[in-house]
Every structure is written in structure tokens, then in C-alpha cells.
């Protein structure tokens, strides 16, 4: 099992989609799954040859990063809100 982090810019479009889609429509991921689906992403992220820096290492990291750039980072506006209200729903 490959060990690392994950990217958070990598991780968020298709890993919180990802996690949403079975929260929603499936059965919803454990903690362990969300984990694998990291660790799935340090594969990829590897086999392209990317640094490992900017990685996370579990879902919990990652969540603790999308929080902070949601609250942190993002500017407000329109276009922010709007993409927003497609994660809250």
C-alpha cells in the first residue's frame, strides 16, 4: 500500500464529489473508505511523478483543509456562493 499524502487541490473536485455522490444517492462512505479513496489519489498523484509536498494524508486532513480554504482563502462572491450551494445541498 502506497504511503504519502494526497494534494488538496487534487482531492477536493473529485474526492468531495465522490464522497457526496454515496452520501446521497448510495450508501454512504465509512471513515476507513474515505481514507482508502485518499490513499487511492497518492497513487495517481505518485505515478505522474508529482511532488509530495502539497499533499494531505487521510480524510481527515483533507476535510481540515477544505475548511480552512473555504473560511480562509476563497473570496466571497457570486460565483464562490454559487459553488457552495452545490456542496451544502
Known amino acids: 500500500m502506497p504511503t504519502g499524502r494526497l494534494p488538496a487541490e487534487l482531492a477536493a473536485p473529485s ?6 455522490a ?19 489519489g497518492i497513487t495517481w ?5 508529482l511532488s509530495m509536498r502539497p499533499v494531505v494524508g487521510t480524510w ?3 476535510q481540515a483543509y477544505f475548511d480552512r480554504m473555504l473560511t480562509e482563502e476563497l473570496e466571497h462572491n ?3 456562493r454559487w ?7
Open 15 to 20: 474526492q468531495t464529489a465522490h464522497v457526496a
Open 22 to 40: 454515496n452520501e446521497v444517492f448510495g450508501t454512504p462512505l465509512t471513515e476507513t473508505e474515505k481514507d482508502q479513496l485518499v490513499r487511492e
Open 45 to 49: 498523484w505518485r505515478r505522474y511523478g
Open 60 to 62: 481527515a486532513e483533507f
Open 78 to 80: 457570486a460565483t464562490t
Open 83 to 89: 459553488a457552495m450551494s452545490a456542496v451544502d445541498q
